[in-house]
């Protein structure tokens, strides 16, 4: 998010009544100063909202297209399947460098809006360790996104989840472990 789009959020005053010993009320000001960043967050299928949050308390509202009405949605697909053999070293998110050189390629010349990233893995590890290691190198692909100026909507990490097929035999296994790059455009 650009500077410009920052808002300061200072001098709010909340009235608070405290009674007197006499009866009568006396309104207290309190000052909640702090900084609000506005963003759009991206649904998982595609939609938009405005939200808002400056540390106290967020808000979020559906972004609409004012002329009908309707939720304003992108389109999006899964625009790439990266094979996490050949993005990372062995049981590690450390990029390979030429899997980094692959990733910033790609981010540079994507075209998305913004990109969600979903880590996989094969079942050979516990449940709770293969989250960890989906969830880190998701980030670390994000990561390459965001060096090159992409925007990333969201990274996950399913770890052996959702695999694509059964983890029945080491070439199933090897489809199982994968990065998947959605774009939103």
């Known amino acids: 998010m650009g500077p410009g789009l920052r808002t300061a959020f200072c001098g709010a005053a909340l009235g608070a009544f405290a009674l ?3 009866g009568g009320a006396v309104q207290a000001q309190q000052a909640i100063t702090g900084t609000v960043e506005p963003a759009i967050w991206i649904d998982p299928d595609g939609c938009h909202h405005w939200v808002a949050d400056g540390g106290v308390e967020g808000y979020m509202e559906g972004r609409v297209n004012p002329q009908n009405g309707r939720p304003v949605c992108m389109e999006f697909n899964t625009c790439a ?7 990372f070293h062995t049981d590690s998110a450390r990029l390979t460098s030429s899997g980094r050189a692959r990733l910033e390629d790609f981010f540079r010349n994507g075209g998305a809006f913004a990109y969600a990233i979903y880590g996989h893995t094969d079942s050979r ?4 360790y293969n989250i960890r290691l989906s969830q880190r190198r998701a980030s670390s692909v994000a990561g390459v996104a965001r060096s090159v100026g992409a925007r990333v909507a ?3 990490g399913f770890g052996e989840r959702q695999p694509l097929v059964p983890n029945t035999s080491a ?4 489809q199982n472990r994968r990065v998947e790059i959605v774009c939103y455009r």
Request: glycine share 0%.
């Open 125 to 128: 590890a516990s449940d709770e």
């Open 154 to 156: 969201r990274e996950i």
């Open 20 to 22: 007197l010993p006499s």
């Open 171 to 174: 070439a199933n296994m090897q």
């Open 81 to 87: 399947v990266a094979n996490s053999d050949v993005l």
